[in-house]
């Protein structure tokens, strides 16, 4: 192989590899971040949870009688029967203070930065 054409080549894998490189950087999907809450013997673990805008929150239910995840005027999940879940998508700024609607002295609150 003459000089030129080795050095064309060389270029050639460097503008190859710098391309991949960015591509990879760019057009790879980032994964939606989850964050579970446990209720579990009356509480919500954590009692308080710090997500950003646009991350969800799942609830899982592992008392062996219904709860609620429930934020007056924001969110309120229902029952949650036991070994079920709910999830909430968080979409506003701020301290959410939620409670369980059957159990009013579980309270928690959603922190969304």
């Known amino acids: 192989m003459n000089p030129h054409t080795r050095i064309v080549v060389v270029v050639s894998l460097v503008a190859a590899v710098a391309l991949l490189s960015i591509s990879v950087g760019h057009g790879a999907a980032v994964k939606p971040v989850k964050h579970t809450v446990t209720i579990e013997a009356v509480a919500f673990q954590p009692d308080v949870v710090e997500v950003k805008r646009g991350e969800s929150v799942v609830w899982v239910n592992k008392d062996p009688f219904p709860h609620t995840v429930t934020a007056s005027g924001t969110f309120d999940s229902k029952e949650i029967?036991?070994?079920?879940?709910?999830?909430?998508?968080?979409?506003?700024?701020?301290?959410?203070?939620?409670?369980?609607?059957?159990?009013?002295?579980?309270?928690?609150t959603l922190r969304v930065k």
Do not use: R
């Open 81 to 108: 029967k036991p070994g079920e879940s709910w999830s909430y998508k968080a979409q506003q700024s701020g301290d959410v203070p939620y409670i369980c609607s059957l159990h009013p002295t579980m309270k928690a």
